[in-house]
């Protein structure tokens, strides 16, 4: 069956980066689109932007250009989201998603990162 | 970049009743790809519709989406007590992908 399965929770300082990681199984990881969404702490969702891991193409909001980081690794099945210069406005789960003939049909967990000083 | 404005943001219901949940596009979403999903608390969201009117696998048939263009309609006929939860709409027609900001369904 397929899953993706996330890294686990983080907590970082403003102005640092994180990583969180997405690793999936039950499917050819290569062949479909992974996206970013976040979710701030009782808000709504937040695209951020996308990777193909078969040939590492990406896209990404405006909002996040600059910041974003997406990479996959394919050896491993799995997929990257780094988000630099944190502040905390950043403060959100993170989740990561497949995109197929559904779009978003299967989800990562969600992984918290927290920015506090 | 398309706003998509989901109305209303909170619609008040009983179990066994119709929830009829509203996404309007501030432009026309390209080929209809306006996809809809549940979010229950702590957990992550749930596709029940893609392509307007198409229900996902394992999606009840109570569920249904219906538009195009810029103004999209979720129905939930007969109200589940497992239906309540915040939907969201989604445009993935042109980049960037947006969200709707979402409509909470509560008893």
């Known amino acids: 069956q397929v899953q993706l399965v996330q890294s686990g929770a983080e907590r970082r300082k403003p102005g640092s980066s994180v990583t969180v990681s997405c690793k999936g199984s039950?499917?050819?990881?290569?062949?479909?689109?992974i996206h970013w969404v976040r979710q701030a702490p009782g808000q709504g969702l937040e695209w951020m932007g996308f990777i193909y891991p078969n040939t590492d193409g990406t896209g990404f909001s405006q909002k996040f250009q600059g910041r974003l980081t997406l990479t996959a690794d394919t050896s491993i099945n799995t997929a990257y989201m780094e988000l630099a210069n944190l502040t905390t406005d950043d403060t959100a789960t993170y989740f990561c998603?497949?995109?197929?003939?559904?779009?978003?049909?299967?989800w990562g967990q969600g992984s918290l990162v927290t920015v506090s000083s | 970049e398309i706003v998509l404005t989901q109305s209303p943001g909170t619609l008040s219901l009983s179990p066994g009743e119709r929830a009829t949940l509203s996404c309007r596009a501030s432009?026309?979403?390209?080929?209809?790809?306006l996809s809809w999903f549940q979010q229950k608390p702590g957990q992550a969201p749930r596709v029940l519709i893609y392509?307007?009117?198409n229900r996902a696998t394992g999606v009840p048939d109570r569920f249904s989406g219906s538009g195009s263009g810029t103004d999209f309609t979720l129905t939930i006929n007969r109200l589940e007590p497992e239906d309540f939860a915040v939907y969201y709409c989604?445009?993935?027609?042109?980049?960037?992908?947006?969200f709707g900001q979402g409509t909470k369904v509560e008893v």
């Open positions: 432009d026309s979403v390209t080929r209809n790809f």
């Open positions: 989604l445009q993935s027609g042109a980049s960037p992908w947006t």
């Open positions: 039950g499917y050819t990881f290569s062949a479909h689109y």
């Open positions: 392509a307007a009117s």
């Open positions: 998603t497949r995109l197929s003939r559904v779009p978003f049909d299967f």
